[in-house]
């Protein structure tokens, strides 16, 4: 699928593999499963704003600045929140720690939100 001149295909397959993965947290290697889905989502997702950002001439030099950006244009409603998902994905590459495996997977119904209101936003359903 395109928008405008961007191919979102791997960006919608891999928010597919998250909502899989996020459904099921049982044990420690389904966990571990949800936060590597939600790595390459987020970053996937970062990323696309951003492409999307620069089809309209605008130029973002870090997942903030995106996320900034983003939000004026309406891919997005609160910045805030995507700022939080970076410090879990941040946390999630600094180290493995179970605390910090729990935070992100505390955060990932909101994410998916998220990622669902992007999603309509830029006209896909």
């Keep these: 699928m395109w928008i405008g001149e961007t191919n ?3 960006l919608l397959k891999a928010f597919a593999k998250f909502e899989r993965f996020r459904l099921n ?8 499963g949800v936060i ?7 970053e996937l997702s970062w990323k696309m704003m951003k492409r999307l950002l620069e089809e309209r001439g ?5 997942p903030r ?9 309406g891919f997005i409603q609160d910045p805030e ?3 939080d998902f970076l410090r879990k994905r941040n946390l999630t590459t600094d180290t493995y720690q179970e605390t910090e495996a729990e935070k992100v997977i505390e955060i990932c119904p909101s994410f998916s939100n998220e990622v669902k209101n992007f999603l309509k ?3 896909v359903s």
């Design 121 to 123: 936003a830029i006209g």
């Design 36 to 42: 590597q889905a939600f790595e390459y989502c987020f």
């Design 25 to 32: 947290t049982a044990t420690e290697q389904d966990r571990a």
């Design 81 to 83: 929140l995507w700022f």
């Design 65 to 73: 600045e995106t996320f900034r950006m983003a939000a004026l244009e």
């Design 8 to 10: 979102i295909e791997s």
């Design 58 to 62: 605008q130029i973002a030099n870090s």
